[in-house]
């Protein structure tokens, strides 16, 4: 099983992202799809996920208007848009899969991808 975080870069406040997420080895539409950050020298932390259910999804606040997160079934893909970027949302951006209905714990999240890096410019 592997997960490949893709689509991080540099890009100027106010520009956006698309970060991608791929996922092969299994078949994760019964998974919950997750994005997480961690910034230098801070903990990792929540920033969106999607249900099983399509379009059922939750951000964190500090994203919520900006930050959209979707998934295609079909591809095994979860893709995390990011808009109206700030030089706070500057981070290491892991995916994340996990088995359970409804996940609220990092460590009850079965795979990770292994990052990819936003850079915001103020």
């Known amino acids: 099983v592997q997960l490949q975080a893709s689509g991080g870069g540099w890009v100027q406040a106010g520009g956006f992202l698309r970060l991608s997420c791929a996922a092969s080895?299994?078949?994760?539409?019964?998974?919950?799809m997750a994005w997480f950050r961690q910034a230098p020298g801070k903990e990792r932390k929540f920033v969106a996920r999607?249900?099983?259910?399509?379009?059922?999804?939750y951000v964190a606040d500090s994203v919520k208007g900006r930050f959209a997160v979707y998934r295609d079934n079909t591809k095994n893909i979860n893709y995390l848009q990011m808009n109206n970027l700030k030089p706070e949302d500057a981070a290491v951006y892991y995916c994340?899969?996990?088995?359970?209905?409804?996940?609220?714990?990092?460590?009850?999240?079965?795979?990770w991808g292994q990052g990819t890096l936003v850079t915001v410019s103020s």
């Open positions: 994340a899969v996990s088995s359970k209905v409804l996940p609220t714990k990092e460590d009850q999240y079965d795979y």
């Open positions: 080895g299994h078949t994760f539409s019964n998974y919950v």
């Open positions: 999607i249900l099983r259910i399509p379009g059922t999804t």
